[in-house]
Each structure stands twice: as structure tokens, then as C-alpha cells.
T-cell receptor
Framework: GENVEQHPSTLSVQEGDSAVIKCTYS??????FPWYKQELGKRPQLIIDIRSNVGEKKDQRIAVTLNKTAKHFSLHITETQPEDSAVYFCAARPELRNQFYFGTGTSLTVIP | GAVVSQHPSWVICKSGTSVKIECRSLDFQATTMFWYRQFPKQSLMLMATSNEGSKATYEQGVEKDKFLINHASLTLSTLTVTSAHPEDSSFYIC????????????FGNGTRLTVT
């Protein structure tokens, strides 16, 4: 099955700096890669996603890049703010199998 | 939109008893419901996938007779932890999906289960 690895497990940045979280996947058939943000005690919320026919997608301060050849994708948060502090999960969904496999999560702390 | 309501948010039960967790999609029809288990500071581990009207598909290592999943309608799925043991204590979270496949997941708020 699909195996998703996520790094780093924890990340601290100063407010205003950028944060980058990286994920790799094993199944070359995966074609959909969402990112979820989970604040303490709350449900995971979809923040951005990318499909395999696109190399990059941006939504305001958040961007995701995908390298299909290397089988890795990354989340980029620019101009970080304290409210960006949360746990971020990447996920991959193999084509033809409607199952989502999650990375191990990255706890991001933005220091004011 | 796309709200999933999960109840209860927390429950404490004694060993040997059963606990039912409900997930309702309030404003959409969840063709597929996924059930995850999350350990402290760890990722979401997929337990099973259920499609409305069909038997759930369980991930390897998940006991289907222990974790009973029912998805009888497009707006309701339930997970019953039978004969609960302390090692079943965990955070259980459901997520619904519209139309399947090309749709993202919409998560419930989760249920914190503590078995004493």
C-alpha cells in the first residue's frame, strides 16, 4: 500500500518567516495530494490540495509543489502568523483506490 | 458547507462494554465515510472505508468484529467498539466524502474514547 513520510515532525519559525513541510510517497499511482491543518482539539481542515497533472498551486500565503518524478510534495507557508501554529498533515490518494494515506504530521509553532 | 457532526465528543466506558460513535453529514450526502484512529502526537491511521449500503473495507490489522461499522444511509455512519479494552483508548475521527474519488475529505470533530 501507499506509504507517506513527512518531515520535519516539529518546526518552529519566527513570525513573518517562511515554513516548509515536505512529504514523500511510495505509490507512483497516487494522483491527489491534500494538506490538512489541525488546531489543538479541533478537526483537520483542508487547506490546499494538488493533483498530479499540476506542478504547483498557490492560495494566498500557502503554496504546494509536486514533483512526480521524485515522488515528493511540499507545503510552503510564507509570512507566517501565530494563527498558523497547528499540526499539518499531508496525504496521498492512489489512483483507482479511494483511500487516503496520511503523513505523520508536522507540529508548526510560529513564535510572535 | 460540508459539515460532519460526530458524537459523542468524548466517552468513558468500562472494559468489556461497547461504545457507539456516530457521524452525520449535515449538509451533504457522504457516499463514502472513512474512519481513522489517532494516537497522541501521531498521524491519522485509516481503520476502514465504508460506502453507503455496502460492507466496510477494513485495513490490515483492524479487527472487523471488534470495530463494527455501519453506513446505512448517505448521512449517517456509525462505529461501534465492541468489548472495549484499555488499549482501545484513543481518538477516533470520521471523515465523509461527497461523490467519492475526486472529492476531499470533511472531518468530524472526533471522539476521545477512554476505556477504564
Amino acid at each position: 500500500g501507499e506509504n507517506v513520510e513527512q518531515h520535519p515532525s516539529t518546526l518552529s519559525v519566527q513570525e513573518g518567516d517562511s515554513a516548509v513541510i515536505k512529504c514523500t510517497y511510495s505509490d507512483s499511482a497516487s494522483n491527489y495530494f491534500p494538506w490538512y491543518k489541525q488546531e489543538l482539539g479541533k478537526r483537520p481542515q483542508l487547506i490546499i490540495d494538488i493533483r498530479s497533472n499540476v506542478g504547483e498551486k498557490k492560495d494566498q500565503r500557502i503554496a504546494v509543489t509536486l514533483n512526480k518524478t521524485a515522488k515528493h510534495f511540499s507545503l510552503h507557508i510564507t509570512e507566517t502568523q501565530p494563527e498558523d501554529s497547528a499540526v499539518y498533515f499531508c496525504a496521498a490518494r492512489p489512483e483507482l483506490r479511494n483511500q487516503f494515506y496520511f503523513g505523520t504530521g508536522t507540529s508548526l509553532t510560529v513564535i510572535p | 458547507g460540508a459539515v460532519v457532526s460526530q458524537h459523542p465528543s468524548w466517552v468513558i466506558c468500562k472494559s468489556g462494554t461497547s461504545v457507539k460513535i456516530e457521524c452525520r453529514s449535515l449538509d451533504f450526502q457522504a457516499t463514502t465515510m472513512f474512519w481513522y484512529r489517532q494516537f497522541p502526537k501521531q498521524s491519522l491511521m485509516l481503520m476502514a472505508t465504508s460506502n453507503e449500503g455496502s460492507k466496510a473495507t477494513y485495513e490490515q490489522g483492524v479487527e472487523k468484529d471488534k470495530f463494527l461499522i455501519n453506513h446505512a444511509s448517505l448521512t449517517l455512519s456509525t462505529l461501534t467498539v465492541t468489548s472495549a479494552h484499555p488499549e482501545d483508548s484513543s481518538f477516533y475521527i470520521c471523515s465523509g466524502q461527497i461523490h467519492s474519488y475526486n472529492s476531499p475529505l470533511h472531518f468530524g470533530n472526533g471522539t476521545r474514547l477512554t476505556v477504564t
